[in-house]
């Protein structure tokens, strides 16, 4: 299914609105001497390049955390592998249903 220019228009836009927002925010942070925030979102963008470019490799990495003992106490109380498992389901909603427009079928 091939996307319209329109719809890549108002993609391509909303991405740049969230950039130079977040730019902004992050520059009030530089600026008011807050680093702890800044390094926060270095951290979670290196999270999110790794997170996509593992590919398959993802869910091997899920699966030998099975046995990994004691939770995250940053997370709430949840094991590796629990969050590992959150973080898989959501990137296959994000790249099969929101970035190829894919649709789940429930039922015959």
Same mark, same amino acid.
């Given at each position: ?20 927002l977040a ?7 530089? #600026?008011? &001497?807050?680093?702890?925030? @800044?390094?926060? !979102?270095?951290?979670? *963008?290196?999270?999110?390049? /790794?997170? $996509? #470019?593992? &590919?398959?490799?993802?869910? @091997?990495?899920? !699966?030998?955390?099975? *046995?990994?003992?004691?939770? /995250?106490? $940053?997370?709430? &109380? ?18 099969n249903i ?11």
């Open positions: 299914m091939s996307r319209s220019p329109v719809n890549f228009n108002i993609t391509l836009f909303l991405v740049m609105i969230g950039g130079v730019a902004l925010m992050l520059g009030k942070s530089v #600026a008011g &001497g807050d680093y702890r925030s @800044v390094a926060m !979102v270095f951290a979670g *963008f290196i999270v999110m390049i /790794l997170w $996509f #470019a593992l &590919g398959l490799n993802f869910w @091997v990495l899920t !699966v030998a955390t099975v *046995f990994l003992q004691g939770s /995250l106490n $940053f997370t709430g &109380g949840f094991s590796v592998f629990q969050v590992l498992m959150m973080m898989g389901v959501a990137k296959f909603l994000m790249e929101v970035f190829k427009k894919q649709s789940i079928e429930v039922g015959p």
